[in-house]
């Protein structure tokens, strides 16, 4: 019998990867939120791609990240 977990299962376990000392058991739904930047520096990076992190919620963010890592 193979490995692979089907749909339903991976979707459910999504997130459950986040890196955190107390992780969710399942992905939080982000309605909204204000994301901190330290520096200007930041900032350019995260736009430049050198950075991982958010900016804008409607360009990408938490739960977006999750789902194309499940998609993927």
Do not use: H, W
């Not at 901190?36 to 736009?47: A, K, N, W």
């Not at 050198?50 to 938490?62: K, L, Q, T």
Request: aromatic content about 6%; overall charge negative.
């Amino acid at each position: 019998m193979p490995n692979a977990r089907d749909i339903a299962s991976i979707c459910a376990a999504a997130g459950a990867d986040m890196p955190s000392d107390t992780r969710p058991l399942s992905a939080p739904i982000y309605q909204s939120s204000v994301f901190e930047i330290d520096s200007l520096e930041t900032v350019d990076d995260l736009y430049e791609g050198r950075a991982e992190g958010f900016i804008y919620s409607r360009d990408s963010n938490p739960n977006v990240s999750i789902l194309e890592k499940v998609v993927a």
